[in-house]
């Protein structure tokens, strides 16, 4: 299939990028930017460009929606630009967006192959009510992904309630979101927009697909975002009030979680590994920045606490949404 990345010299674009070097089911054939980008070979932008990649001119964003001729789109845009953009290529091809600019929609699955795969069937509902040929898959914030994949092992102990304060990598603000002078020596304690995204995304993800719409998981969540002097992965402590479960049950529930080991996906890999001190320098880049390292797991009575830690450029972003297009194709939704 032939792909294109929109937002390709960003920190999620190149990322984007990477992660498409060498894919057995997708072409990467179009780069996408800014029109002071365009016409200039990738390699001359993106010093650490593939060399798969190196030698294809970059278009430009508008040139590219006048005849877009891929088949699959992912979009690494800021979010004030996403939205129409997303709704004009969707009428005729699948967008799979890191943007937020429709992860509210009822119709648009916010998704995460491992923890609601199912809610991939939003997909037809969004065809017939936009009458579009294409479709728009979302994937969360970064945080809201790594806290998500390390809770859907926990489901089957009931979730009643779910606090949590983020520990969250400088990349996470994008090349200009913060100075170096800012984070340095330096606790950030509010990330503007974030906790309410990681509240409301979080009941989405874990809630179930009825009918034709989601119907958002029933259990409250509270989050405090901060932004730490760390380059790549997000930190996360969690503690969640469970129905029931002991320390050993859920261990293993950590361990043993893995729903896509059969599918086959080019991009799998393991979701969640234990170890006892998670740490962003040491773990991030698990499974490729696709696997999340769990661990300080504590508790009884239903009150347990833990540590996650997670890529979040990855398993957060770009590589997230890689995989929910794979997951996709496996399923049929892309021809």
């Known amino acids: 299939m032939k792909v294109a990345v929109l937002g390709a010299t960003g920190m999620v674009g190149r990322t984007f990028v990477r992660l498409l070097e060498g894919h057995p089911w997708f072409r990467l054939e179009v780069l996408v930017a800014s029109e002071r980008s365009a016409g200039k070979p990738y390699g001359e932008l993106v010093g650490d460009s593939p060399e798969e990649f190196k030698d294809i001119e970059v278009t430009a964003l508008g040139d590219f929606l006048e005849n877009p001729a891929v088949d699959l789109v992912f979009n690494a845009l800021p979010a004030s630009l996403s939205r129409e953009v997303e709704e004009k290529l969707a009428e005729e091809v699948p967008v799979f967006t890191n943007a937020r600019s429709h992860r509210y929609d009822e119709d648009v699955p916010i998704l995460v ?47 009643r309630r779910i606090n949590v304060a983020t520990m969250q990598a400088i990349s996470g603000a994008g090349f200009s979101g913060l100075s ?83 599918l086959k996906l080019p991009s799998y890999e393991k979701p969640v590994i234990y170890t006892e001190v998670p740490q962003p320098r040491l773990h991030r880049d698990r499974g490729k920045g696709l696997t999340v390292t769990v661990g300080r797991l504590e508790g009884k009575e239903g009150s347990f606490k833990y540590v996650v830690t997670g890529h979040n450029l990855v398993r957060g972003a770009a590589g997230g949404s890689l995989l929910n297009a794979e997951l996709a194709k496996k399923l049929g939704y892309l021809k």
Not at 129 to 156: K, M, Q
């Open 180 to 262: 170096a002078l800012a984070i340095q020596d330096n606790v950030i304690p509010l990330i503007s927009g974030e906790e309410w995204k990681i509240e409301n995304e979080s009941r989405k993800i874990l809630g179930e697909f009825k009918g034709n719409s989601i119907e958002p998981a029933a259990f409250e969540v509270s989050a405090i975002a901060t932004r730490v002097p760390v380059l790549h992965g997000h930190t996360e402590a969690i503690f969640v009030e469970l129905e029931g479960g002991s320390i050993e049950e859920l261990r293993e529930a950590f361990e043993s979680f893995d729903p896509l080991r059969d």
């Open 113 to 159: 192959p491992e923890v609601n795969g199912q809610h991939l069937k939003l997909v037809e509902v969004q065809r017939e009510n936009r009458g579009w040929d294409g479709f728009i898959v979302t994937n969360p914030n970064c945080s809201t992904a790594i806290l998500t994949v390390s809770l859907a092992p926990l489901r089957e102990f009931g979730i």
